[in-house]
């Protein structure tokens, strides 16, 4: 260790209690890789503030003898690699948070990978940062990676960027390299809204100007990177945008107190304020501003407070208090930057959950305008998927309008997430650009007669009979024997299959995920209208997902959606080959052949199940027909 | 009207511990509070009074007793009940306690597994919580350096570090299947400092034991244990010595070791602390066996 560090870590040592009461917190972002000795100057920051005690360097000097790679030496980046499997492969793979402190501040540093696959990550540690380091190898100058770490922290919405120039040791610690990268660096960040940009000479393997002034750069006369990080005023914008407070919590201990709890996600608000609910429009005025350890006069950003109001009006969570002068927008379409995060890919028209603030409800992306590639933020071809780590801008459309503003103008307020419906995980990190407002010119034409009297004019429960299953199941068989059936018996019917759509209404689709998305969206809207018509709707196609299957049942009214579960095993289906199909897949002349090199997913629970091997059609039928009679 | 001083990094983190405790209360059916009576629920507790205030707290509190904890936590856990007006479940592992299952016949490996990780096991399947909070904190260990706030479990309880979903400013995903779980952590950026800082400025109560005093105890593996009550077997020429101690954190009492130290005050402690050369973790005895041992112990369960 050397002697600089000794004194630093004195320099660090006093802070008695009442001057450390009064500091702040600065959240900051690293972004590099292991090769640009990332991790080793975090370590250094968290060694020479004191923040690894003595056992931690015990368990230190063991692992580095086992993993190290800094020789004889400590190596401080063993310190940071938390989880065994990536201890043991040398790579840091996730966001981790390390914490340590000065005398002037508490710093929580997000400590994010750079390589190309790990844009998820970034992109989440961004999410709560003032501050972004940036590692730059100055052997290497920059590189492609620079540039992506400078668009996502630009993105999400990062202001101020210290270019850490490290390995400053094995370019004998020259200026003339280091202004190169500076000039290089400022040229093309020009095109990103950074309010600043520092950059730091340093060697953190050996500490020169992580925490004290190095005197091997007699050169740059600017601070150590610790006292830039301690000096530096990232105060955000939040208290001087409009208020804007998302109810949390409605807070009812009895009858004579109603509060409604929650964070001021920005600006700051009086008692007497005017205040505006934004879906609603009813308006009021704070009574009080409460908490345990007494009223307060007002409330600002990041305040988490209960709010009184002086009338009793409708609120729940979900709901955005602001004041009634600045208002924000309440739409049901917008248009947004999404990063996709997940494994599975993202596609057009399917549903997912959106999570904003603390309203959910349920989100389609209606159309995806473009790509960008994070390499040089330049725009791409756009297509209907979003694969893990892509940015796409897009247009989503919700079940019902929610309240917000640009991410631009709030990070708080038009910030989202994504989340699958079936897996639960969160699939997205949205931006809004910007409300669409063509959801206000929609409004529903009122009709005298509706689905009720037109089924009774009929005689019938209007319901679909939803077959699926692989292709030469005997959907179409068995749902025309059903048909038929019911006909018969004087019911009205309509069967919607391949033949009677593929070729009309969805000619325009193909066969990739994403068309199958559409093509079963487009018919479950047709059997809806059906339906409203006071239809009983026969479909049979193989829909292979699960999603849309729940998406089709969703469209609909309770219980007026059967799912007919048509199951024959993939041999069967093969041998019998009606139309050819299974060989032509076999010889790869049809791509995206379900049950081939397309999944099926089967369903779990189906109102009705039929399984072929046991019967034959027109006892299946017979089966359909009991199952409804007995509804 | 109380003057605010919302800029310190304490108000910071309060007001984020709130936001997350309301969040759990609002998007969960179930959830419960892990107290351990420790300096940490301590925080964590006032949070929760300060994030529902004036409702009660909204959910009850759950102590996993494993039967060797420190009579002075018991008391101090009972009169917290009553002064706060807290519902609490306790909960032991009765198989285990049964069998007499002990750190010392079972080692403290077994007994830490039956006692504490199935025991918790055992009451969050009983009583079908959705969601669990723990006062964990990400500067506690390298492996909860990268644990979400909100921590997804398996319908087994069990953690997987490749399957955590990213945590985006501070919308939190709550959705979860019937039978998984969620744990949360809502002191995950609070450090042992701040702790401490946040105990000294709100007055909040916290077990004797932390402050140092005359206890009856012996030195085992270079650590001093204190003789709590008759149950712990002596070696063979061990003989209790008075000495002036306290703990650092705080457990079973055959487990946790205490530092010798004349700090009586929470000013002297946090003046200790500053210059103290060893983290508090080095008193837990689990930690030790390896690097990786916190990390394999939460995937099996334990918090």
């Known amino acids: 260790m050397s002697e600089q560090m000794m004194t630093a870590s004195g320099a660090l040592d006093g802070g008695k209690f009442a001057r450390q009461e009064s500091r702040d917190i600065l959240r900051f972002l690293t972004c590099g890789s292991v090769d640009d000795g990332k991790s080793t100057l975090i370590g250094r920051l968290l060694y020479d503030s004191k923040t690894i005690f003595e056992d931690q360097m015990r368990s230190l000097e063991a692992v580095s003898k086992k993993h190290g790679t800094t020789g004889d030496d400590i190596d401080l980046a063993l310190l940071l690699d938390g989880l065994q499997a990536e201890q043991e492969q040398g790579i840091t793979i996730d966001v981790a948070y390390r914490f340590f402190a000065s005398d002037k501040r508490k710093f929580v540093v997000a400590d994010t990978p750079g390589h190309e696959q790990y844009t998820r990550n970034m992109a989440t540690g961004a999410s709560n940062c003032d501050l972004a380091v940036i590692l730059i190898d100055a052997r290497k100058g920059v590189l492609t990676q620079t540039r992506r770490h400078s668009f996502i922290n630009s993105l999400i919405g990062v202001r101020h960027v210290v270019l850490a120039i490290n390995k400053m040791d094995l370019m004998d610690f020259s200026q003339e390299v280091f202004d190169k990268i500076v000039d290089d660096y400022k040229a093309f960040a020009q095109g990103f809204e950074f309010e600043s940009i520092m950059a730091v000479p340093l060697s953190a393997r050996y500490g020169d100007n992580v925490v004290v002034k190095s005197d091997k750069t007699p050169w740059y006369d600017g601070p150590s990177l610790l006292s830039y990080l301690e000096d530096i005023d990232v105060e955000s914008a939040d208290r001087s945008l409009p208020f804007r407070f998302p109810v949390q919590w409605v807070n009812r201990p009895n009858l004579n107190f109603r509060g409604f709890s929650g964070t001021v996600a920005s600006g700051i608000a009086h008692v007497g304020d005017e205040v505006v609910v934004a879906k609603s429009g009813k308006t009021s005025r704070i009574k009080s501003i409460v908490t345990m350890d007494g009223d307060l006069p007002e409330a600002e950003a990041g305040e988490a407070v209960t709010i009184t109001l002086e009338d009793e009006i409708d609120i729940s969570r979900g709901d955005l208090l602001a004041l009634t002068q600045h208002r924000p927008q309440v739409t049901d379409q917008i248009s947004a930057h999404i990063i996709w995060m997940d494994n599975s890919r993202m596609m057009v028209g399917r549903p997912y959950i959106i999570k904003m603030g603390t309203q959910q409800v349920q989100a389609t992306v209606t159309d995806l305008k473009h790509k960008i590639d994070v390499n040089d933020a330049t725009h791409k071809d756009a297509g209907k998927t979003l694969e893990l780590n892509e940015i796409g801008f897009c247009n989503l459309s919700f079940a019902q309008p929610l309240a917000m503003d640009t991410y631009e103008e709030n990070r708080k307020t038009g910030s989202f997430i994504l989340i699958d419906r079936f897996s639960n995980q969160t699939v997205a990190a949205g931006l809004v650009w910007f409300g669409l407002r063509r959801a206000e010119n929609i409004h529903w034409q009122a009709v005298d007669i509706d689905k009720k009297a037109r089924a009774a004019q009929k005689g019938q429960t209007p319901k679909v009979l939803w077959f699926t299953g692989l292709s030469g199941s005997g959907k179409s068989t068995i749902a025309n024997l059903v048909e038929k059936k019911l006909h018969g018996e004087g019911h009205h019917t309509y069967l919607l299959d391949g033949d009677n759509v593929r070729h009309g209404l969805n000619r325009d689709l193909g066969f990739t995920d994403v068309d199958r998305v559409e093509n079963i969206r487009r018919i479950g809207e047709v059997a809806k209208l059906m339906v409203d018509a006071g239809l009983i709707v026969l479909t049979a196609f193989i829909s292979p997902y699960v999603a849309e299957r729940r998406m089709v049942r969703e469209m609909l009214e309770d219980g007026e959606f059967f799912e007919v579960y048509v199951d024959t095993p993939l041999e069967v289906c093969e041998a019998r080959d009606v139309k050819g199909l299974y060989a032509k897949a076999r010889e790869g002349k049809i791509k995206n052949f379900t049950g081939i090199d397309s999944p099926y997913e089967a369903p779990v629970q189906p109102e009705i199940y039929v399984n072929t091997a046991e019967m034959s059609a027109e006892a299946a039928a017979d089966l359909i027909i009991a199952a409804l009679e007995k509804e | ?303």
């Open chain 2, 1 to 303: 009207m109380k003057e605010k001083s919302l800029r310190t990094h304490l108000k910071a983190l309060e007001h984020e511990s709130i936001h997350i405790i309301r969040e759990v209360a609002s998007e969960f059916k179930n959830p419960v509070m892990l107290y351990s009576i420790g300096k940490d629920s301590a925080v964590m507790l006032h949070l929760a009074r300060k994030a529902f205030y004036p409702s009660r707290l909204p959910f009850p509190l759950m102590h996993v007793d494993t039967t060797w904890k420190f009579r002075e936590m018991i008391t101090f856990r009972d009169r917290m009940v009553k002064e706060y007006d807290l519902d609490l479940i306790v909960h032991t592992n009765e198989e285990g306690r049964a069998n007499n299952v002990n750190p010392f016949t079972h080692g403290s490996s077994l007994y830490t597994q039956i006692m504490k990780t199935d025991a918790l096991k055992q009451a969050l399947t009983a009583h079908k919580f959705d969601a669990a909070f723990g006062g964990a904190r990400r500067d506690e260990e390298k492996s909860r350096a990268k644990e979400r706030i909100f921590s997804f479990r398996t319908e087994n309880h069990s953690w997987d570090p490749k399957n955590q979903r990213p945590e985006l400013w501070n919308i939190f995903n709550t959705r979860i299947k019937p039978g998984e779980s969620i744990r949360v952590f809502p002191l995950s950026n609070w450090t042992e400092q701040d702790i401490w800082q946040y105990i000294m400025l709100e007055n909040i109560p916290i077990v004797p034991l932390y402050f140092a005093k005359e206890r009856p105890v012996v030195k085992r593996d270079g650590t001093w244990i204190m003789v709590d009550d008759d149950r712990l077997p002596l070696n063979e020429g061990e003989v209790p010595e008075m000495k002036m101690v306290r703990f650092r954190t705080l457990g079973c009492y055959p487990l946790t070791g205490a530092v010798e130290s004349s700090a009586s005050t929470l000013e002297e402690i946090f003046e200790e602390m500053l210059i103290a050369r060893t983290s508090e973790r080095e008193g837990r005895m689990i930690d030790h066996d390896d690097t990786a041992s916190m990390e394999k112990k939460k995937r099996e369960g334990y918090f």
